[in-house]
């Protein structure tokens, strides 16, 4: 699991950016309520979206857990989800939910070390 440092970092890049794609509130660069979907899509589907670092799907389509606990037993959770709206995945700032959530919009994403690029530098 990332921590939540380097998924926003993975999210926003060094720049600054509001969302992965710039700071323009724009929906249909994510799977969030606006786009009216009402599912998960596969990651490759919002080209459009992309962070810095290439990834797919950083805000929209489910929410994800980064390795921090909020409270005893409540994680933290990123990135929004296909029930969200558009606001509520600003990258910069964190849900959370309880370690026993059971939802069809919440999930992780597996991270691994690069040579060329590795998020914990820059």
């Given at each position: 699991?990332s921590?939540?440092?380097q998924?926003e ?6 720049s600054?950016?509001?969302f ?8 249909a660069?994510?799977n969030v309520?606006?786009t009216g ?15 810095p ?12 857990w ?5 409270t ?16 509520r995945?600003?990258?910069?700032i ?7 959530v ?9 991270v691994?070390?690069s ?6 530098k820059?």
């Open positions: 699991m921590t939540a440092e998924w970092k993975a999210a926003r890049g060094t600054g950016r509001t992965p794609w710039g700071d323009q509130k724009t929906a660069k994510c309520r606006e979907v009402e599912s998960t899509t596969s990651v490759s589907r919002y080209h459009r979206g992309v962070s670092y290439g990834l797919y799907d950083m805000v929209g389509n489910v929410w994800e980064p390795a921090r606990v909020t005893p037993g409540r994680y933290e959770l990123r990135g929004s989800a296909f029930t969200s709206l558009l606001f995945g600003v990258p910069a964190a849900d959370d939910a309880n370690h026993t059971h939802d069809d919009d919440t999930g992780f994403r597996c691994a070390t040579e060329h690029a590795p998020l914990g820059g």
